[in-house]
C-alpha cells in the first residue's frame, strides 16, 4: 500500500512570496490533516478535512494560510504572504475516518524555509 | 488545557533498557499514541493504548498508563542505535473533532 505522498520535499523563499504544498493521502482516507512542525516541537494540527470538507480549521492562521481538498482525495495548503515564522517543515497525515483511535498515517513532510 | 509535556533528551547504552515518559493534562483522552521521527521523516506509529487499560505489550514496546498521574511511558527493552530517533507522544481528545496534541519529543540517543 503506498503511502501518503508530498510535494516538494524541500522548498525555499523570501519572506512575502508565496508558495504551495500539495499532498496526496492513501488512498481509501476520507480524513486529511495539514501540520506545522517548527524546528524542536511537536507537531501542531493547522486543518482537517473530511472528504472535502473543513472539520476544523481553529488553527490555521487564516489571514496567510489556505488550504482545500477539492475532490476529497488531494489536497494543496497554501501561503501567502510568508513570513520568517513560517519556516517549518509541514506535514500531511490521513487516516480512514474521523472515529477516536483512527490511526494518522504521515507523510515525509515539506521542509519550508523562508528567507 | 491541552498540553503534553516530554524531556528533550534520553541516552541509552545499546542493549539498555529505555524509558520514555510524557505528562498530558486533558482527562478526555480517549487513546494515547507513541510515534517515532527519524531525521528527514515523516512520523511512524508505533504503538497506542485506549484510555481505559494500563499497560500494552507489543515485542520489545512496553507502554504504560497512569490515568490518575496523567503520565504516559514508552519502554523499549535491548534497545539498538537503529533506535535512536525523536518520540512523540501524542493524546486524542474530542474537541469538537477527534484531534490529536503531541508532546514536544524526546531525542533518544543510543550509544554503540
Known amino acids: 500500500e503506498a503511502g501518503v505522498a508530498q510535494s516538494p520535499r524541500y522548498k525555499i523563499i523570501e519572506k512575502r512570496q508565496s508558495v504551495a504544498f500539495w499532498c496526496n493521502p492513501i488512498?481509501?482516507?476520507?480524513?486529511l490533516y495539514w501540520y506545522q512542525q517548527i524546528l524542536g516541537q511537536g507537531p501542531k494540527l493547522l486543518i482537517q478535512?473530511?472528504?472535502?470538507?473543513?472539520?476544523?480549521d481553529s488553527q490555521l492562521p487564516k489571514d496567510r494560510f489556505s488550504a482545500e481538498r477539492l475532490k476529497g482525495v488531494d489536497s494543496t495548503l497554501k501561503i501567502q504572504p510568508a513570513k520568517l515564522e513560517d519556516s517549518a517543515v509541514y506535514l500531511c497525515?490521513?487516516?480512514?475516518?474521523?472515529?477516536?483511535?483512527?490511526?494518522?498515517?504521515f507523510g515525509p513532510g515539506t521542509r519550508l524555509l523562508v528567507l | 488545557g491541552e498540553d503534553v509535556e516530554q524531556s528533550l533528551f534520553l541516552s541509552v547504552r545499546e542493549g539498555d533498557s529505555s524509558v520514555i515518559n510524557c505528562t498530558y493534562t486533558?482527562?478526555?483522552?480517549?487513546?494515547l499514541y507513541w510515534y517515532k521521527q527519524e531525521p528527514g521523516a515523516g512520523l511512524q506509529l508505533l504503538t497506542y493504548?485506549?484510555?481505559?487499560?494500563d499497560m500494552k505489550q507489543d515485542q520489545r514496546l512496553t507502554v504504560l498508563l497512569n490515568k490518575k498521574d496523567k503520565h504516559l511511558s514508552l519502554r523499549i527493552a535491548d534497545t539498538q542505535t537503529g533506535d535512536s530517533a525523536i518520540y512523540f507522544c501524542?493524546?486524542?481528545?474530542?474537541?469538537?473533532?477527534?484531534?490529536?496534541?503531541f508532546g514536544t519529543g524526546t531525542r533518544l540517543k543510543v550509544l554503540a
Open positions: 488512498s481509501g482516507h476520507a480524513t
Open positions: 486533558d482527562s478526555s483522552s480517549t487513546y
Open positions: 501524542a493524546e486524542s481528545i474530542r474537541s469538537g473533532t477527534y484531534k490529536y496534541i
Open positions: 478535512f473530511q472528504n472535502n470538507g473543513v472539520v476544523d
Open positions: 493504548i485506549f484510555s481505559n487499560m
Open positions: 497525515a490521513s487516516s480512514v475516518g474521523l472515529a477516536p483511535g483512527e490511526t494518522q498515517y
